[in-house]
């Protein structure tokens, strides 16, 4: 969240969406996990690789998109070593 000096984690309800508004969802979510979880120990290539399989299952997916471009900024300059995990926001 913008402003905010300490890590705020966010949610998105994902049980509302039926099959016809959000297809594949129970894919898209696994794939997406397993992207967070290759993001969270810096491998870029893997985490690219499932978020972008998730964007295929659910095209125009925003989250996705947003960590397809952290992924490919980080390929080319990494965090520093002491680096969390955690993102932060410097515009809305």
């Known amino acids: 969240v913008k402003g905010k000096l300490q890590p705020v984690a966010i949610f998105e309800a994902m049980d509302a969406w039926s099959e016809v508004e959000f297809p594949n969802r129970d894919a898209v979510v696994a794939t997406y996990n397993e992207g967070l979880m290759c993001y969270r120990t810096r ?28 992924c490919r900024y980080f390929l080319s300059y990494p965090p520093p070593l002491e680096w969390d995990g955690v993102y932060q926001m410097t515009s809305k």
């Open 43 to 70: 491998d870029w290539a893997g985490a690219l690789a499932r978020f972008e399989s998730a964007l295929a299952l659910h095209p125009g997916d925003p989250i996705s998109m947003i960590y397809l471009d952290r």
